[in-house]
């Protein structure tokens, strides 16, 4: 039986986030501290968006799933992570 994989799984897998895994585990930024991480993350996004043009939609909404995982709230996402992540969809559009 085929798997039909989630827009989400298949950004995941263009992040390097092993399917079923920990994706902060699987990104290496488990236990690093929260700014390390977002940057990472926002790393991840732009070199991924830049290599899969195809699927950068796919790979926007993964990362967004990571980092809402990695943000201590909602609030710290609306504030910081939300323009950091709005600056690398911008990079990768330029």
Known sequence: MNHEYTPIEIGLDALGVVLGQDPLT????NGRQLTSQVQ????????????YPEIRT????AGMKVLL??????EHFR???LPRLDRTVDNVAA
């Open 26 to 29: 699987e990104t290496g930024i």
């Open 40 to 51: 990472e993350v926002n790393e991840r996004i732009e070199y991924s968006m830049l290599e």
């Open 58 to 61: 796919e790979i926007l909404a």
């Open 69 to 74: 995982e990695v943000s201590s709230s909602l």
């Open 79 to 81: 504030e910081v992570v």
